[in-house]
C-alpha cells in the first residue's frame, strides 16, 4: 500500500490524550469517538494509528479493528527503546512480540513504526540504545518487508547512514533537517512527513 492514500492524524489515538488525560490529570470526556466522526465529516477515508510500543502497537490494532477504515502501525518509538530491556521483556521477547502482532493482523498492519531516532529527547533513552534497537527492528522488517514509519528529530545524519544499508521506504516523520538531508532520505525511497509545530 502506498502512504499517499492515508492520513496519519499525528498523535496516537490510543494516547491518554484523546482519553482526556494530561500530565495525570483529567482536563475533559474522552473524545476518540468525536475525533474520529470529524475526520469522516471532513472527508478522510483511511487513517493510520501509530503504534510507539509494544503495548500501544497492541492497542491501535485493537482500535483499528473497530472500523473498515482504520489502520495501523506496530513499532518501538526511538524514545521507548528501553522497554527491550525492561523486568517484562528480554530483546528477543520484545522483538517477538512485534512480530508475532504484524504476522497475526497483516490486514490492519501496514507499516513498521513508528522507529528511528530522536536526539532531542536522550533523557528517556540514550543514543547507543536508540540505534541499537532501531536495528534491531530494521533487521525483523527485512522478512516483514513493510513500509516503515519512521521517528527522525535531530538525528537524519545517523538515520541515513544506518538506512542506507537497507533497501527499504516509507515516511520520515517529525522531519527537522536540513533541505539537503530531506533530498538524501527522498534519494532513498522516502516521503518526508512534517510536524504542525
Known sequence: MSFRKFID????????MYQGIYNGS????????????RSWESGLTKIIITGGSLDESRKAIDLAKSDDRLYATVGCHPTRCSEFETNDFTPETYLQGLNDLIKNNQEKVIAFGECG???????FCSK?????????????????RLPLFL?????????QAILKKYSF?????SFDGTIAEARNFIDL?????????
Open 128 to 144: 547507543d540504545v536508540q540505534k541499537k534497537y532501531f536495528q534491531l527492528q530494521l533487521s525483523l522488517n527485512e522478512s516483514l
Open 117 to 123: 531516532l530522536d536526539y532531542d529527547r536522550l533523557q
Open 26 to 37: 483529567t482536563k475533559h470526556r474522552p473524545d476518540i469517538e468525536d475525533v474520529l466522526k
Open 151 to 159: 521517528h527522525c528529530r535531530n538525528s537524519a545524519t545517523d538515520l
Open 189 to 197: 525511497g522516502f516521503y518526508i512527513g512534517l510536524n504542525g509545530w
Open 169 to 173: 521506504n516509507g515516511v520520515v516523520h
Open 9 to 16: 492524524i499525528g498523535a496516537n489515538l490510543t494516547d491518554s
